[in-house]
């Protein structure tokens, strides 16, 4: 018999977060994040939590309310991107950051969530991302705290490869366009980005979205085994999205919204 997901609120969808637990965050940049249980997130007070995510948000927006409270103890990311609290967080000696690449990071969650410990990438051979020393930690005056320890590489076929680790997080928070009861989801466009890869990743997956139906089999991204909690948004939720940058083209009367 299918298990009914669904939750009440957003308080209840995070039932049983703690201080220092480890979340993989859907989205890129503000596209896909899940807004809605990020705040329920702050709203709760946890703090020294870990993150996985593409980034970590922009001033103001997405993770960066966690980062701007100082909730947020250490960030796995691709890149600090314009979010200028992290930028001054990281180089300040605040925030440890493992950086990694957008690839690799990718693969990381998949293979978490697929059960695979450790793989090898031709990604970051020959650069500090296999040979070590990028900054995990700084001190306060810019100094290197902590670096990154070097990775095992080694030759297939006569090329290098570096091991990279599989992720796993205690936790993980999407967003999706569609989903249904049983924690089946569909992601719209670009907002698919990052979120099944987080999903598979969290022992507890949580999901917001948008619109809750009745899905066929076979538009289904992300099957409901990954997923344990779904929270519909309310129509007034599901329509708040935000856009990173607005540039108005000089060309055109109407202008253009890039996000």
Not at 41 to 70: E, H, K, Q, R
Not at 101 to 128: C, H, K, W
Not at 168 to 185: E, H, I, M, P, S
Not at 228 to 255: F, H, M, Y
Request: proline content about 5%; aromatic content about 6%; glycine content about 14%.
């Amino acid at each position: 018999m299918r298990r009914d997901k669904v939750v009440a609120t957003a308080e209840e969808a995070l039932a049983g977060v703690r201080d220092g637990a480890s979340f993989a965050v859907g989205g890129f940049g503000l596209s896909g994040i899940p807004n809605v249980l990020i705040q329920a997130l702050y709203n709760t007070g946890v703090t020294g939590v870990a993150v996985v995510s593409n980034n970590c948000g922009v001033d103001g927006g997405g993770l960066g309310v966690l980062l701007a409270a100082g909730r947020i103890a250490r960030v796995t990311a691709s890149y600090i991107g314009e979010n200028k609290e992290f930028a001054r967080q990281y180089l300040g000696g605040e925030l440890e950051v493992e950086l990694t690449p957008q690839g690799s990071l990718a693969e990381r969650l998949r293979a978490g969530g697929s059960g695979i410990p450790a793989f090898y990438t031709p990604a970051g051979v020959g650069t500090p991302v296999a040979d070590g020393g990028l900054p995990l930690r700084h001190n306060a005056d810019g100094s290197i705290a902590v670096a990154s320890p070097p990775k095992e590489v080694r030759e297939f076929d006569g090329r290098p490869y570096v091991l990279e680790h599989g992720i796993t997080t205690d936790f993980a928070l999407v967003r999706a366009a569609k989903g249904d009861r049983y924690g089946n989801l569909v992601f719209s466009k670009a907002s698919r980005n990052f979120n099944p890869l987080a999903a598979m990743a969290g022992r507890v997956t949580i999901a917001e979205v948008e619109e809750l139906t009745e899905l066929d089999p076979d538009e289904v991204h992300l099957p409901g085994v990954f997923v344990q909690r779904v929270l519909e948004l309310t129509p007034e939720q599901a329509a708040d999205k935000g856009i990173e940058r607005r540039t108005i083209s000089a060309s055109s009367t109407r202008g253009t919204v890039r996000s």
